[in-house]
């Protein structure tokens, strides 16, 4: 059997988090992992330098759901033209196992093993709602998973397990953590900064990722109502801030979902409003329907709900988080994946 599997995908960091799970999995299993991505996106800031990887490629490819006309249909044509450059690749190294973790990235590759009839897609969908590419793509796949989905047979998600090795039940706030995000979110800052004053009244910590673009302005603010936050743009240890929070108040993409849900941490989600289908809605919408967390849209934020949510058991949900998902999440789908058979 070859010893070469293909990881294809990216663009965002909920699909390149996935795809640096599946290339640690697969290292400690004896493979050599090659990846394929675009040069568009965030792929090459995670991957071009990672040398636990036997080749990174990123073709120059773009997605083709929000284009019309002739720039729709020369995306296709490049991710035709491309697709027969990968499957040269897949040629080169006798690659078997493709595994797709979805977005725009994922194009070229997963056509190109469709064409190669040796060789097998697997598929992981990281939302509620399925991708554009994964709808296509799904019916091409030996195997699919996703946390959300009933066509998968394993619904634990693939989490880095130093998420659940620095999980703790919260019992009490003290410390309130603002997640928006690398690039920030202008309407989780605002909330933030609208009630900070009552939070440090409360002798409430507050840890505040305000991503890059509005850093300057929230510091700014928090130093004009004269409080002492933790405010940063970005931080390659989250994990640690997260940590430290007793609350917390996120968008609700699926990678962050399920790691906040590994580290037991209960959250107040607000949904990217302008996600496509509006996936990080339902995302949140599945844990809120099992009253594992709080979730207002962007557009009935309300002040006095988010205390009330403060106030409410926190115990009892962040005991529920711990049930709701299990470590081992990657294990379990690369095991199923390196059974399957031609």
């Known amino acids: 059997m070859s010893k070469v599997v293909v990881i ?7 699909h390149l988090k996935i795809a640096d799970v599946f290339i640690s999995e697969f290292k400690k299993r004896g493979f050599e992992v090659v990846f394929i991505g675009s040069s568009y996106g965030q792929d090459k800031f995670w991957f071009e330098n990672d040398d636990r990887l036997k080749e990174k490629i990123f073709l120059n490819t773009s997605g083709v759901v929000n284009k019309r006309g002739i720039a729709k249909i020369f995306s296709l044509l490049n991710i035709f033209y491309k697709a027969i450059f990968c499957l040269k690749i897949l040629k080169k190294y006798n690659v078997k196992k493709v595994i797709s973790v979805g977005g ?14 040796d060789c097998n897609l697997y598929l992981h969908e990281q939302n509620s709602k399925i991708g554009a590419l994964n709808k296509i793509t799904l019916k091409y796949t030996k195997k699919a998973y996703s946390s959300f989905h009933d066509f998968s047979p394993i619904k634990d998600y693939p989490v880095d397990s130093k998420f659940f090795e620095n999980s703790r039940v919260r019992k009490e706030i003290k410390t309130v953590a603002f997640f928006g995000g690398s690039q920030g979110a202008v309407a ?3 909330f933030a900064l609208k009630v900070a004053p009552k939070l440090n009244e409360m002798g409430i910590k507050i840890v505040h990722q305000a991503g890059k673009n509005d850093f300057l302005r929230v510091k700014s603010e928090y130093e004009k109502l004269g409080i002492n936050a933790d405010v940063f743009d970005f931080s390659k240890d989250i994990l640690a801030k997260m940590s430290e929070a007793d609350f917390c108040v996120s968008r609700a993409g699926a990678s962050t979902l399920f790691e906040l849900c590994a580290n037991n ?5 607000i949904p990217f409003k302008y996600a496509a289908q509006n996936h990080q809605y339902y995302n949140a919408k599945a844990l809120f329907e099992k009253n594992l967390c709080f979730l207002q849209s962007e557009d009935e934020l309300d ?4 205390f009330d949510c403060l106030n409410s058991n926190i115990e009892k949900i962040s005991t529920g ?3 709701f998902i ?13 059974r399957q058979i031609k």
């Open 8 to 14: 294809t995908g990216g663009g965002t960091g909920g």
């Open 104 to 117: 725009f990235s994922a194009a070229a590759a997963s056509l190109a093993t469709i064409f190669k009839k």
């Open 188 to 190: 989780i800052n605002n």
């Open 265 to 269: 941490l209960p959250t107040f989600f």
């Open 303 to 306: 002040f006095n709900y988010f």
């Open 321 to 323: 988080l711990k049930e």
């Open 326 to 338: 299990k470590p081992n999440g990657i294990e379990k789908i690369v095991d199923d994946i390196e």
